[in-house]
């Protein structure tokens, strides 16, 4: 059974950091390409960033490029996202998940940026 559970989420300023963090479990982790995603309020899921199986790849959404990195570390199954310079825009429930073929959804972690 796939479990997905993100941590990390909080309020903060903007211009702001947070680093959220996914545990995986019941995949073959090092096998997946993975990504992070966020629903902001009245609006449908979206892919921020996504990284390569072997994490040599990442890509971001031209709105995150800059201030967001996506990392993973393939002995914990664990895949990060490091977001710096937090916007109000920002604010959302992000999620991990694959890249592709996704798995039933976690419970997200709430993103809430102040202005």
């Known amino acids: 059974q796939v479990q997905l559970v993100e941590s990390g989420g909080g309020l903060v300023q903007t211009g702001g950091s947070l680093q959220l963090s996914c545990a995986v479990s019941?995949?073959?982790?090092?096998?997946?390409?993975m990504g992070w995603y966020r629903q902001r309020p009245g609006k449908q899921r979206e892919l921020v960033a996504a990284i390569s199986a072997s994490g040599g790849n990442t890509d971001y959404v031209a709105s995150v490029k800059g201030r967001f990195t996506i990392s993973r570390d393939n002995a914990k199954n664990t895949v990060r996202l490091q977001m710096n310079n937090l916007q109000p825009e920002d604010t959302a429930v992000y999620y991990c998940?694959?890249?592709?073929?996704?798995?039933?959804w976690g419970q997200g972690t709430q993103v809430t940026v102040s202005s």
């Open positions: 998940n694959k890249r592709w073929d996704q798995d039933p």
């Open positions: 019941g995949i073959i982790f090092r096998r997946n390409a």
